[in-house]
């Protein structure tokens, strides 16, 4: 039973780093690297009989298309059930930082890096708003052991023995995925709650600051929550989360991470032996190492500097001052290496605003936000000129266009090149950016006001979960309807069609079919000579929806376009 | 001119000097010197999985403006009610005040308003991580107005769709809605 439990939980470790790239994009991550490391040590020692389980593998499409990807980067014996609790380890560990939305989704981010209650800073080994002192490292280590003790209960709990074998209880659990939003996908909850037990352990490196050979004493706990609101006094608050330790592709916090990596294994397997040895080894990795101890990895996985500690729970204050790191010794910058890695990169308000406790927030800073976009639109030439071009374009138009009507008549075929971009999505459950851009050719011919056009649209995704790349997006063709008023100055337009996928995504493959259509209420149009038009659309909405089964892929974008159109 | 003079900013000035120019061509619209909007708005979201059709933003507003040829000038107040995601997919309901002011050009004999718009957006009503009071900013692009002369007085005007940036709460990990509405309303000559 051991070895299977071991195995089936050596399983849940096996996420090779190249997985989530097919998957979700994901391309560097710390969390998933260090995961995969371990679990390639754990599953080198152990084998694993999948009839020795009561698993039984979800059969939908959505599943197995996931788990098509992550057996990629696995032997190609492994068995379903392996690759199954592998997927759902992705889902777990990376919920902490997520909880299904995507990174570049601010109101989520706000709520779960922003939550001012304790538990949800030490799901992260960060400090909670009132651990403040060398007795907040304490209490935030405790919470910290506290969050991993409640995941593997979790994990435990859904890993029932039945008549002999393990019954996992299978449950949805959100994960955001590039271009679908967030889908529920079935998950292990073994697999899961192990996924966030270990990114808590992992962040225990990351966030807490250790020093000795093998990093196995934790000198100083950084905060978060007070750093992003801007009101972290170091002396009472400790140190801001630092983005330098939280790197672990520096060649200086490699061996952090190396050390992260081993407590990973250690704490797979502690979970592999909770039901022969009754939780021995799990409690003897979250408490403090005795002398004789031989392999430190084993134990003490947030064990605190031993003598600050003892001077701490003696409340000998000029002992702390000599043994511990406070800001009065800068942390230990100069003899703990960690500690100055530390130092570099700490977190703050996105905007460089501050919060007041008490008082209403950001009443002293809203205009740094406000100058910073003005200085960076003035940066930009592109970016001066929009809002002036918004303006300048009407003017310039009207003052040509009482020519155009004249000239539709005369030339009543038309074909226009438009080059399209959109970017801000005010979809609440989504990321911010939805970045997308293309061309549009688009053939017409004109009866008095009226116009009939095809539409041949082609529209790259630039997904921004982890990373920027460019998809190939969809190849979209219409037809449509076009009136043209104010003598031909503006135009409103709608086209139906059909949008066809081009690329492979993690659910569905290139050639997928649906609906595409386009509404644009009202663009400018301009004739600077007579059978060439410049035309501008500033707000068009297109609706792709390539994928119209469970998830579907559907994308609604706010396009700006503008193109030039000959008329003959 | 030196070459400091075509800064990209200094350009755009000069950009803009011109569509000033250019604009003040064309009297004959409907116009008055001092003219009061008011107007509601409302953000549609149609993508979200299972929830078609849902409006997540409502909004109303008043304004003023001072009308000199195509070029208007004026102030904005506006109450604007929209909702997030809590992280457990529940709606959470806020609303901001915006107080800005707005530039706004028209084209078309009168029938086309383009806007723009900022200032700054309060939090009125927040969740439980936010405290009400306080004082971001906003920014609102509306391209295209139709404006429709109902009576001597009194014009309809629709825009159907809008850009509307603001960040009520800008301190630490700031809220920030971006809202795509569409507007109608009527302005009193």
Redesign the interface.
């Known amino acids: 039973m051991k070895r299977l439990l071991v195995a089936l939980c050596a399983a849940l470790f096996a996420t090779p780093a190249q997985a989530y790239t097919l998957v979700t994009s994901v391309s560097e991550s710390c969390h998933e690297r260090l995961t995969f490391e371990a679990i390639s040590l754990v599953l080198a020692e152990f084998e694993f009989d999948p009839s020795g389980t009561g698993l039984v593998v979800p059969t939908d499409r959505v599943t197995r298309r996931f788990m098509d990807n992550v057996r990629r980067t696995l032997p190609e014996d492994t068995a379903d059930e392996l690759v199954f609790i592998a997927m759902s380890m992705i889902t777990g560990v990376r919920a902490p930082d997520t909880e299904g939305h995507s990174t570049l989704n601010l109101t989520a981010l706000r709520r779960l890096h922003a939550d001012p209650s304790p538990i949800g800073q030490y799901a992260h080994a960060l400090r909670g708003p009132a651990d403040d002192g060398l007795q907040g490292d304490l209490t935030a280590i405790e919470g910290t052991k506290q969050v991993i003790r409640e995941e593997i209960a979790l994990a435990l709990a859904a890993a029932r023995v039945v008549d002999g074998k393990i019954v996992d209880v299978i449950e949805p659990r959100p994960l955001f995925v590039d271009h679908y939003g967030t889908v529920d996908l079935k998950v292990s909850l073994v697999g899961y709650h192990l996924g966030r037990a270990l990114h808590a352990m992992q962040d225990a490196h990351a966030h807490m600051v250790r020093s000795g050979e093998n990093y196995e004493h934790i000198v100083h706990v950084t905060n978060y929550v007070d750093a992003v609101n801007g009101h972290l006094k170091e002396s009472r608050d400790g140190l801001a989360h630092s983005d330098a330790l939280d790197d672990c592709s520096r060649e200086d916090v490699a061996p952090i991470a190396e050390a992260a990596r081993a407590r990973s294994v250690a704490l797979a397997n502690a979970f592999g032996s909770i039901r022969a040895d009754g939780g021995e080894a799990l409690e003897r990795g979250l408490s403090a190492c005795p002398d004789n101890a031989t392999d430190p990895f084993q134990c003490g996985w947030l064990e605190y500097e031993p003598v600050c500690q003892a001077a701490i729970e003696a409340g000998d204050t000029e002992k702390q001052a000599e043994v511990c790191c406070t800001a009065a010794n800068d942390f230990c910058e100069d003899t703990v290496p960690a500690a100055k890695i530390a130092h570099e990169d700490p977190a703050g308000p996105y905007l460089g605003c501050q919060t007041t406790p008490g008082a209403p927030s950001g009443a002293n800073g809203w205009w740094v936000a406000l100058i910073g976009l003005l200085g960076l639109l003035g940066r930009r030439r592109l970016g001066a000129a929009v809002p002036f071009v918004l303006l300048l374009v009407p003017g310039l138009a009207n003052a040509q266009a009482t020519t155009i009507e004249t000239v539709e008549v005369k030339h009543p075929w038309s074909i226009a090149l438009e080059g399209h971009g959109a970017a801000i999505n005010d979809t609440p459950n989504a990321s911010f950016l939805d970045v997308e851009f293309g061309y549009t050719l688009r053939a017409g011919y004109q009866i008095d006001r009226w116009r009939i056009t095809a539409v041949v649209d082609r529209s790259w995704w630039v997904p921004m979960e982890f990373g920027v790349r460019v998809d190939r997006g969809t190849l979209n063709l219409g037809i449509g309807g076009e009136v043209h008023f104010f003598d031909g100055f503006i135009r409103s337009g709608i086209t139906l069609g059909t949008a066809s996928l081009l690329f492979d995504t993690a659910f569905d493959e290139s050639g997928e079919f649906g609906y595409y259509s386009e509404m644009r209420p009202a663009g400018f149009r301009w004739l600077p000579i007579e059978n060439l038009a410049i035309v501008f659309d500033p707000a068009t909405i297109t609706f792709s929806y390539p994928v119209v089964r469970n998830p579907p892929l559907r994308k609604l974008h706010r396009r700006a376009s503008v193109g030039v159109e000959y008329l003959f | 001119m030196t070459s400091s003079i075509l800064s990209?900013?200094w350009?755009?000035a000069l950009?803009?000097v011109?569509?000033l120019l250019?604009?003040c061509?064309?009297p004959g619209y409907h116009t008055r010197e001092i003219m009061f909007h008011a107007e509601g708005a409302a953000?549609m979201?149609?993508?979200?999985?299972g929830e078609p059709g849902l409006m997540?933003a409502f909004a109303v507003a008043g304004r003023g403006h001072y009308q000199y040829e195509?070029w208007s000038f004026g102030m904005v107040t506006e109450l604007n009610m929209f909702?997030?995601?809590?992280?457990d997919?529940d709606w959470d309901a806020l609303a901001a005040g915006l107080i800005g002011a707005d530039?706004s050009?028209l084209?078309?004999?009168g029938?086309?308003r383009?806007m723009?718009s900022?200032g700054?957006a309060v939090l009125v009503e927040g969740?439980d991580?936010?405290?009400?009071?306080?004082?971001?900013?906003y920014?609102e692009?509306r391209?295209?107005v139709?404006r429709f002369q109902m009576d001597e007085d009194l014009i309809l005007s629709f825009a159907?769709?809008?850009?509307l940036?603001m960040?009520p709460?800008?301190?630490?990990?700031?809220?920030?809605?971006?809202?795509?509405r569409f507007a109608v309303g009527v302005e009193f000559l």
């Open positions: 990209p900013r350009a755009s950009i803009f011109i569509g250019s604009g061509v064309a953000s979201v149609s993508e979200e999985a997540r195509r909702r997030t995601r809590e992280i997919q530039a050009y084209s078309a004999n029938y086309i383009s723009l900022a700054l969740t991580i936010d405290e009400p009071g306080a004082v971001g900013f920014i692009s391209p295209v139709f159907p769709l809008s850009g940036v960040v709460e800008p301190a630490g990990i700031p809220i920030v809605d971006a809202q795509y």
